[in-house]
């Protein structure tokens, strides 16, 4: 078992070697060495299709491929059971855009792969008119736009936008969604329930709060009900290598990421888009095994590296919930500059700028700030900014950068701290400087 187990591995190494793959912060509390799957699937979102063969159809073709890659390199289990894309399929939700998207899809899907789609609201046809929600169910071939599939056991409910003008979704989708739950539940209570709509659940996942405003809690009461659910939702673009993107109390949230690009939220400040944030492009591929435990394989799309990797024991254990919003920030602890580090200071027509190594994290987590201080020669403090660095890429900069501006003149001493998800911080950096 265990030379099986060892070859198997050494098959996903390889293949992720031959497209210059590597793990990127791998955590899991969870021993995966003995992980055989039982069921895999691609989980994604928000491809945003414009035009046949356009850059968003190639990526989606991409994503899909790449998923498959990595089954076909499992010795155990070579299957892709399942495709779930959470909705924002296309730009503007028009019927040429939709058959591209499908066209997409069908280019590369093989037959034994369950496609799962989903019609939102916001991107995918936002005028509630019955003819987009009829030529859905044409398009896919299906009787309704909320669908429940069993996959090797494992049942997927995805729920679309209403027919109901006014309104996102609406009561009957409601008493829809509790009979497929109840059925599920019936079927097996001690399996995980993948569930996805659009938009993240309310005040869950990175992305979802009130502040950020990408979420719903429509069904948020109906959710609470069932701590067998798995949840997947899109519609942020926030980055699944954060570990916010992971939250688990009464029942799971996943935030997928975006096949179109990249945004975050900074403390006040929402929408953020760093430098670059179009081409970074992020998925899921996730496996389950016959302890029902999942593993999550965050996939740089661009970069063809895998961005991080969790496992979650069986998350329809109520015991098992590893990553609640506390478990999580008890396991991040401060990053650390190495010894030898030092701040270069570039003074350039009256402007200053700031430059420091990247630190290490000590925790397996991204870290996602680094702040500066400035102090005059008195010790007040004259200005402090932040700084993104690229931790939702799959390669992250060697050096951080601070543009001060144009100080007034005088003796100045600048701190630089880093800072992970859950803002613990590290020692700081110093250096001092006149101007």
Not at 7 to 21: D, L, P, R
Not at 74 to 99: F, H, M, P, V, W
Not at 324 to 352: M, W, Y
Request: glycine letters at 4%.
């Amino acid at each position: 078992m265990l030379k099986s187990i060892i070859s198997a591995f050494m098959a996903f190494i390889t293949f992720f070697s031959s497209i210059g793959v590597s793990l990127i912060n791998p955590v899991s509390p969870v021993e995966d060495s003995d992980f055989v799957p039982v069921l895999r699937f691609m989980a994604a979102s928000d491809t945003h299709v414009k035009a046949a063969n356009d850059k968003q159809s190639r990526r989606l073709q991409k994503a899909i491929k790449m998923s498959y890659a990595i089954a076909d390199a499992n010795e155990y289990y070579n299957k892709l059971d399942g495709i779930l894309i959470a909705g924002d399929t296309t730009d503007d939700g028009l019927q040429s855009q939709r058959c591209a998207f499908k066209s997409a899809v069908d280019s590369v899907i093989r037959p034994e792969t369950q496609f799962m789609p989903l019609l939102a609201q916001a991107h995918d046809g936002g005028s509630y008119d019955n003819e987009s929600l009829e030529y859905f169910k044409l398009l896919h071939d299906v009787d309704a736009t909320d669908n429940h599939y069993v996959l090797n056991g494992y049942h997927f409910i995805t729920i679309s936008r209403s027919n109901v003008p006014g309104t996102r979704y609406a009561d009957y989708q409601r008493e829809w969604l509790k009979e497929q739950l109840e059925e599920a539940v019936a079927d097996d209570p001690n399996r995980p329930i993948f569930v996805s709509h659009h938009e993240h659940v309310d005040n869950t996942v990175y992305g979802s709060s009130d502040f950020e405003g990408w979420d719903d809690e429509y069904f948020k009461d109906i959710f609470l009900q069932y701590p067998q659910i798995v949840h997947f939702s899109g519609h942020s673009h926030y980055p699944l290598s954060d570990p916010r993107s992971i939250w688990q109390d009464e029942f799971t949230a996943i935030g997928t990421g975006a096949l179109y690009y990249v945004e975050l939220t900074v403390e006040d400040v929402r929408t953020v888009h760093p430098a670059g944030y179009k081409e970074e492009v992020q998925f899921w591929v996730v496996e389950v095994d016959a302890s029902h435990r999942i593993r999550l394989i965050g996939i740089d799309l661009t970069e063809e590296k895998v961005l991080c990797e969790y496992i979650l024991d069986n998350p329809a254990d109520v015991a098992n919930r590893e990553y609640t919003p506390e478990k999580q920030a008890a396991r991040s602890k401060a990053p650390e500059f190495s010894e030898d580090a030092e701040i270069k200071v570039k003074k350039s027509l009256g402007k200053v700028s700031l430059t420091a190594p990247a630190a290490s994290s000590t925790d397996g987590m991204p870290i996602t700030l680094y702040r500066v201080f400035l102090y005059d020669e008195d010790g007040n403090e004259v200005k402090k900014d932040w700084v993104l660095p690229d931790y939702y890429s799959a390669t992250v900069s060697p050096t951080v950068t601070f543009n001060l501006g144009d100080p007034d003149k005088g003796d100045f001493t600048a701190k630089i701290v880093a800072e992970t998800a859950y803002g613990v911080q590290s020692s700081p950096l110093e250096v001092s400087f006149s101007k």
